[in-house]
Antibody, heavy 116, light 113 residues
Framework: QVQLVQSGAEVKKPGASVKVSCKASGYSFTTFDIHWVRQATGQGLEWMGW????????GHAQRFQGRLTMTRNTSMTTAYMELSSLRSDDTAVYYC??????????WGQGTLVTVS | EIVMTQSPDSLAVSLGEKATINCRSSQNVLYSSNNKNYIVWYQQKPGQPPKLLFY???TRESGVPDRFSGSGSGTDFTLTISSLQAEDVAVYYCQQHYITPWTFGQGTQVEIK
């Protein structure tokens, strides 16, 4: 079945960048878009952006303009999310997600990014 | 952007009783070409990622107990737990994936009365 496995927790200084990986398995990686969602502690879910793994085309929420980069390595079936110019309010759990053919949405286990 | 509004923000229900969560979208999320509502429901427990309960508003994900049901179309949707169990204590979210940005309801905390 569709499985998304993310990289481990990160601690970063303000102003630094973080890069989170998301390895996909159980389906053809280039078939379905990868979306990134984050959740600050005790808060709701916030959509960040999406990437088409086939073309590399991306789209993102306006608030991340200029700070969010999404890439992929198709041979490794892995998607990457890089967030730059980190601030304390970027401290959150970051998730990769994928809507697949049935209409269901799979989630990675999450990656805690702490900015301090 | 489609705004998703859940009600209530929290509810306390006795064990074995029914819990009902409502979700309203600011725009229609029914895609006419396939007659599907682009709504999913999640359950989230502390320290865990959201767990998919329903997609297409009412299609139950494999393994989800049948005391859970999803309904609605267009702009109004409902998640019902017919007989609340202790393990159902969690935060529940609706989400639209009709258009980007994907947007989520603010969440509903379900507790035992």
């Amino acid at each position: 079945q569709v499985q998304l496995v993310q990289s481990g927790a990160e601690v970063k200084k303000p102003g630094a960048s973080v890069k989170v990986s998301c390895k996909a398995s159980g389906y053809s990686f280039t078939t379905f878009d990868i979306h990134w969602v984050r959740q600050a502690t005790g808060q709701g879910l916030e959509w960040m952006g999406w990437m088409n793994p086939n073309s590399g085309h991306t789209g993102h929420a306006q608030r991340f303009q200029g700070r969010l980069t999404m890439t992929r390595n198709t041979s490794m079936t892995t998607a990457y999310m890089e967030l730059s110019s980190l601030r304390s309010d970027d401290t959150a759990v970051y998730y990769c997600t994928c809507r697949y053919a049935t209409g269901a949405i799979a989630w990675g286990q999450g990656t805690l990014v702490t900015v301090s | 952007e489609i705004v998703m509004t859940q009600s209530p923000d929290s509810l306390a229900v006795s064990l074995g009783e029914k819990a009902t969560i409502n979700c309203r979208s600011s725009q229609n999320v029914l895609y006419s070409s396939n007659n599907k509502n682009y709504i999913v429901w999640y359950q989230q427990k502390p320290g865990q990622p959201p767990k998919l309960l329903f997609y297409w508003a009412s299609t139950r994900e494999s393994g989800v107990p049948d005391r859970f049901s999803g309904s609605g179309s267009g702009t109004d949707f409902t998640l019902t737990i017919s007989s609340l169990q202790a393990e159902d204590v969690a935060v529940y979210y609706c989400q639209q994936h009709y258009i980007t940005p994907w947007t989520f309801g603010q969440g509903t905390q379900v507790e035992i009365k």
